[in-house]
Nanobody, 117 residues
Framework: QVQLVESGGGLVQAGGSLRLSCAASGRTIRPYDMGWFRQAPGKEREFVAGISGSGASTYYADSVKGRFTISRDNARNMVYLQMNSLKPEDTAVYYC??????????WGQGTQVTVSS
């Protein structure tokens, strides 16, 4: 059973940057798609970014395209989300997820990101 632990969240001013990390344990993430989702207060969880097992393919929500970058280090069993040009509307709890064929079924506990205006 895989465990996912996110870190790197915090409080940042609009226009700033944060880098989220997701540490996986219990199994190698190499064969799996990995993704980042977020949930703002009063809203449903939404997809942010995803990356294929090899890292060759990445995909993003339109709202973060050009500002966020997802990456992975399979040797370290790690996934990252570099977030630049942050906006107040990016404020949410961010979750790391594992899955196949872009269907995710394992989740971390989340890390809070707060962007002040």
């Amino acid at each position: 059973q895989v465990q996912l632990v996110e870190s790197g969240g915090g409080l940042v001013q609009a226009g700033g940057s944060l880098r989220l990390s997701c540490a996986a344990s219990g199994r190698t993430i190499r064969p799996y798609d990995m993704g980042w989702f977020r949930q703002a207060p009063g809203k449903e969880r939404e997809f942010v970014a995803g990356i294929s097992g090899s890292g060759a393919s990445t995909y993003y929500a339109d709202s973060v395209k050009g500002r966020f970058t997802i990456s992975r280090d399979n040797a370290r069993n790690m996934v990252y989300l570099q977030m630049n040009s942050l906006k107040p509307e990016d404020t949410a709890v961010y979750y790391c997820a594992l899955g196949s064929s872009r269907i995710y079924d394992r989740w971390g506990q989340g890390t809070q990101v707060t962007v002040s205006s």
